[in-house]
């Protein structure tokens, strides 16, 4: 292992247990390390594009304003999470729990949303063009879905 693989891993270790300045390491700081249920983290204005975070807890987390351009979401839990005006082109939502989940002026441009249940999200002023969705992609009642890009 070269030298500087083992000093990220012992910042990493290091931030995981005290955090920046010897405080609780941050949400951030827990997501780089690895851990993947963060339920009610706080990653506001965090730019998290193209992470992997598929299957992780996020359910009640912020990422208000957060870049989540193709972020993986697969089977994750973001139910009642707070997305508003995130950004999640080319995201992947395939499965993800997202129940009563606040998506007002996020950008959905280009997500697959394949499989995932909308049906209770706040959707006004979202971006959803050409998305990719099938028959499993639940919409809020009464919302005017985008034709689907399959």
Same mark, same amino acid.
């Given at each position: 292992?070269?030298?500087?693989?083992?000093?990220? &891993?012992?910042?990493?270790?290091?931030?995981? @247990?005290?955090? &920046?300045?010897?405080?609780?390491?941050?949400?951030?700081?827990?997501?780089?390390?690895?851990? /993947?249920?963060?339920?009610?983290?706080?990653?506001?204005?965090?730019?998290?594009?193209?992470?992997?975070?598929?299957? &992780?807890?996020?359910? /009640?987390?912020?990422?208000?304003?957060?870049?989540?351009? /193709? @972020?993986?979401? $697969?089977? &994750?839990?973001?139910?009642?999470?707070? =997305? $508003?005006?995130?950004? =999640?082109? %080319?995201?992947?939502?395939? %499965?993800? @729990?997202?129940?009563? $989940?606040?998506?007002?002026?996020?950008?959905?441009?280009?997500?697959? =949303? #394949? %499989?995932?249940?909308?049906?209770?999200?706040?959707? #006004?002023?979202?971006?959803? %063009? =050409? @998305?990719?969705?099938?028959?499993?992609?639940?919409?809020?009642?009464?919302?005017?879905?985008?034709?689907?890009? #399959?």
């Amino acid at each position: 292992m070269d030298p500087s693989t083992i000093r990220r &891993a012992l910042l990493l270790s290091a931030l995981t @247990v005290t955090g &920046a300045c010897g405080s609780p390491p941050t949400d951030h700081e827990r997501l780089l390390s690895g851990e /993947r249920n963060l339920p009610a983290g706080y990653f506001a204005g965090a730019n998290l594009s193209g992470a992997d975070l598929s299957r &992780a807890d996020f359910s /009640r987390a912020d990422f208000t304003s957060a870049n989540l351009s /193709r @972020v993986s979401f $697969t089977s &994750a839990n973001l139910s009642s999470a707070t =997305l $508003t005006g995130a950004t =999640l082109a %080319g995201a992947t939502l395939r %499965g993800a @729990v997202i129940g009563v $989940t606040n998506l007002t002026d996020a950008d959905l441009r280009g997500a697959d =949303l #394949r %499989g995932a249940d909308l049906s209770s999200a706040d959707l #006004r002023g979202a971006l959803v %063009g =050409l @998305v990719r969705c099938d028959a499993t992609t639940g919409w809020p009642p009464g919302f005017d879905a985008p034709p689907c890009e #399959r």
